[in-house]
């Protein structure tokens, strides 16, 4: 268990370190409080490490060993080092001047010997002064459970091997063959004779499994590389923190993310989540980042660049990632110079995402038990079959969404308060969260229209669709929690968030 | 900001449903997630323990011997000998990873020996039988496995 623990740990690291690293680069990231950094820096860490070790392999032949997985994760917590330490000496230059003004008056001292708090005292007070400083006590304890859940994800995930699906099926068993290989055009991937499914799907997260395991020349059986899909759940409750303390006051972002973790077959136990080792957990992480960086109030170049890094990994991270990454960058788009920089530097990354996912496709051929989606989508019977497949995915979406036993009544408490907070709905940027939503949902409907058994399909993917989804669904139901906590207790502070709302608008 | 009745009893309702919902789901969340830690913290096993523990001791001993048997770079042929869809051959094939597999088909579709030799095109020398989750793979062969189903095809189909 220490070893499976240890090895966790540093799996998480290898990307995490240099991913903070790469934060330093990026001001909006850079000024978060510490755990959204580290959220933020753990995702564009499995980007930028993962991601390039799949580019240097396949483009330059770089064999995927120590030496190559330990230069790239150094490259950028490197770069992070050399830019954090000449931005500190030049705020340090900036600030020599202000040496020559006077001390800080020394502030008063409130209590008299006679009043010093004895211990227990101090404690309660140092709790209260911590609650009060981070908002109050709904968001400590939101954190408190939030940690709690995620921490017991990480046990499990250390504990035992994988047992989910598709994780065996066709992740975990890709990552042993490039593995073997120390490439990701692994002989097993190209000759049509082995059978392995899912041949043509990106291998972001395969790769990020096998930089794991090389870099800490781990058992083929560890479980190593499940901690680092375990990470993705703190990973995306941060982000849905932070997207939705725009949409809504700190407690209720709190609150949110607190019914995210909640939501258990949402994101950890069902199909996707984070104790399985499917890549649907990390998609929702990149899509979901990625729109928060760029529907953010601030458009700065460097968040496009922050963001671009993000979507290129939702691109290399699953087949329906590219059309995710694509729908994100659009709605990215808005007039105005600084704005135009932004997406620009977002479709940089992305394009480049994308050549090399086609140039790395183009020589995996297809096999027999993989579903032949572009096939069936110039068959051109997408629209007919929608209409007279409704009548079988209907029925079983609804019946997977109304299991009180796995949902504990989460999909009656969505539609009421997106149906109350709805005028919080209506503001530009919550029309852009809404359509993101549609995303996942409207790319389930297509492949349910052209798929020959479309019953089946819903029954194991409508879930992890609704995963992909999980950011912004959760950010509007902060954004319209809001708005109903202004019904119902119209304070300043409510008028407060409304006008602020307004203005990031 | 105020509302009619309408409103406030659907912003009651919203409020309501929030609350259920944290109350049911996040007891049940915390009380798995303690027995999850407290379960990691008091094991001591090894990884084949495990494996043993997840996939059952039957499956895993079974696989660690044709590992044993098979070189890691040796490719073997993996019939499905489980009902279809059990995944059985996907767990087998993980299991064996990175020994390439040549997928061969369905137990019960190799009905003859001359049947069977059109299917075995790859020159390999094992034959993996993979049957229903946490059941143990079989090895065999090439040349007993092709004898087998010769020597039930003989028989007949009750003795599959």
């Given amino acids: 268990m220490t070893a499976e623990l240890a090895g966790g740990l540093g799996a998480v690291a290898l990307f995490a370190v240099p991913g903070y690293g790469l934060t330093e680069l990026f001001r909006t990231l850079r000024r978060q409080p510490l755990p959204r950094r580290l959220a933020y820096g753990y995702l564009l860490g499995v980007a930028a490490v993962a991601g390039a070790l799949l580019a240097l392999s396949h483009a330059a032949g770089v064999p995927l060993r120590p030496p190559a997985v330990w230069a790239t994760a150094a490259a950028p917590a490197l770069a992070g080092l050399v830019a954090g330490l000449v931005r500190r000496r030049r705020a340090g230059a900036a600030a020599a001047p202000d040496r020559q003004a006077p001390p800080a008056a020394i502030p008063p001292i409130s209590a008299g010997p006679g009043e010093v708090p004895g211990r227990p005292q101090q404690h309660v007070a140092g709790i209260a002064s911590l609650a009060q400083r981070r908002g109050g006590l709904v968001p400590v304890a939101c954190a408190l459970a939030a940690a709690l859940i995620c921490l017991g994800v990480f046990a499990e995930a250390v504990a035992d091997p994988p047992r989910d699906w598709d994780g065996r099926m066709a992740w975990c068993t890709q990552a042993r063959y490039i593995r073997a290989a120390g490439t990701v055009d692994a002989p097993v991937l190209l000759a049509k004779r082995w059978s392995i499914s899912r041949a043509q799907y990106p291998l972001l997260l395969p790769v990020a499994q096998v930089a794991a395991l090389e870099a800490f020349g781990a058992d083929p059986d560890s479980h190593l590389p499940r901690a680092i899909y375990a990470a993705f759940l703190p990973a995306l409750l941060l982000v849905i923190h932070a997207a939705a303390r725009r949409g809504g006051a700190g407690p209720i972002a709190a609150a949110v993310a607190t019914l995210a973790a909640a939501a258990a077959p949402f994101v950890i136990h069902g199909e996707g989540g984070a104790e399985s080792t499917y890549s649907d957990l990390p998609l929702a992480c ?24 993000l979507l290129a990994a939702a691109a290399l991270t699953k087949d329906e990632g590219a059309l995710l990454a694509c729908l994100a960058l659009a709605l990215g788009w808005r007039a105005g110079k600084a704005r135009v920089h932004r997406f620009a530097a977002a479709a940089v990354p992305l394009a480049m995402a994308l050549a090399l996912f086609a140039s790395w496709r183009a020589g995996i051929p297809n096999r027999q038990d993989d579903v032949p989606y572009l096939t069936l989508l110039q068959a051109g019977r997408f629209w007919p079959e929608l209409a007279a497949h409704a009548a079988a995915i209907v029925p079983i979406v609804l019946d997977k969404m109304n299991r009180f036993r796995n949902w504990a009544g989460f999909w009656w408490m969505v539609p009421a308060v997106l149906l109350a907070g709805r005028r919080a709905l209506g503001r530009p940027v919550a029309r852009r969260w809404l359509v993101a939503v549609a995303g996942p949902l409207a790319i389930a409907l297509a492949a349910y229209s052209i798929f020959p058994l479309p019953a089946y399909l819903a029954e194991v993917t409508w879930e992890r669709f609704l995963l992909q989804a999980a950011v912004p669904l959760v950010v509007l139901l902060a954004c319209a929690l809001a708005d109903i906590g202004r019904h119902l207790r119209p304070t300043r502070m409510a008028v407060i968030g409304a006008e602020r709302s307004r203005a990031e608008d | 900001m105020r509302r009619g009745l309408p409103g406030r009893v659907l912003d009651a309702a919203a409020v309501g449903l ?87 088909g369905q137990l019960q579709d190799l009905t003859g020996g001359a049947r069977l030799r059109r299917r075995l095109s790859a020159n390999l020398r094992h034959v993996v039988v993979a049957f229903n989750a946490g059941e ?24 599959r």
């Fill in chain 2, 136 to 159: 143990p793979p079989r090895l065999y062969e090439r040349y007993r496995f092709v004898e087998e189903i010769e020597r039930r095809a003989r028989k007949g189909p009750s003795d």
């Fill in chain 1, 286 to 309: 990149f899509y979901g980042a990625a729109l928060a960086l760029l529907l953010g109030p601030r458009p700065r170049t460097e968040n496009g660049l922050a963001a671009g890094l």
């Fill in chain 2, 18 to 104: 929030v609350v259920f919902f944290l109350a049911v789901a996040l007891p049940q969340a915390l009380w798995r997630a303690w027995g999850e830690i407290s379960q990691a913290v008091q094991s001591d096993e090894s990884l084949a323990a495990a494996r043993a523990r997840v996939y059952g001791e039957e499956y895993t001993r079974a696989i660690d011997q044709i590992r044993a048997a098979l070189p890691a770079d040796e490719a073997y042929l993996l019939v499905e000998g489980g009902s279809p869809g059990s995944g059985g051959a996907y767990w087998v094939r993980y299991d064996l990873a990175p020994r390439p597999a040549a997928f061969v």
